[in-house]
């Protein structure tokens, strides 16, 4: 009867575990986290310069204010990556890299070797874990890193 319990109870806990974790979960870039303000990540990367300001009159008006962090050495990359950061409500919920031609052609590959084998997609693989999504978009010549406890507006359509 006790073997039973503890066969279950395994059995039980290894249905229960997330079968979207991968290895080496990131959580944000750097000294860069997620949910950080963006007077925070200034603090930390003082040399950030303002890309997109928000779009006021929009949904999207919070999600819009861009950060660039140009010409960043990344492990596993042969070319500086161009590192932008994106803030909601003013916490930092996505960091996305832009890599060199030469580095999208191996962008899977160290992604792969980082995290595991993608959990998700084929053409743009990703890997989704409890607390963060990383998506390749190796014909953009980038990929990113999602915080997933942020929710983002979306665009409405206006009415006629």
């Known amino acids: 009867m006790l073997r039973t ?28 986290r997620f949910t950080m ?24 008006q919070s999600a819009g ?10 492990a596993g990359f042969n070319d500086p990556v161009n590192v932008t950061f994106r803030f909601s409500e003013d916490q930092l919920w996505q960091v996305r890299f832009e890599v060199s031609e030469r580095d999208a052609a191996v962008m899977v590959d160290v992604l792969t070797k980082r995290h595991g084998e993608p959990t998700a997609g084929t053409t743009n693989p990703a890997w989704v874990g409890e607390q963060v999504a990383i998506r390749a978009l190796p ?8 915080y997933r406890s942020i929710s983002v507006p979306t665009p409405m359509p206006t009415p006629n």
């Open 5 to 32: 319990i503890v066969v279950a109870v395994g059995l039980l806990c290894a249905f229960t575990t997330p079968a979207w974790a991968f290895k080496d979960e990131p959580l944000g870039y750097g000294e860069a």
């Open 37 to 60: 303000s963006v007077e925070q990540v200034k603090k930390v990367y003082p040399q950030i310069t303002l890309l997109e300001a928000p779009k006021v009159g929009t949904t999207y």
């Open 65 to 74: 204010i861009i950060y660039a962090l140009p010409a960043q050495k990344l």
């Open 139 to 146: 014909q953009l010549r980038s990929f990113e890193i999602v």
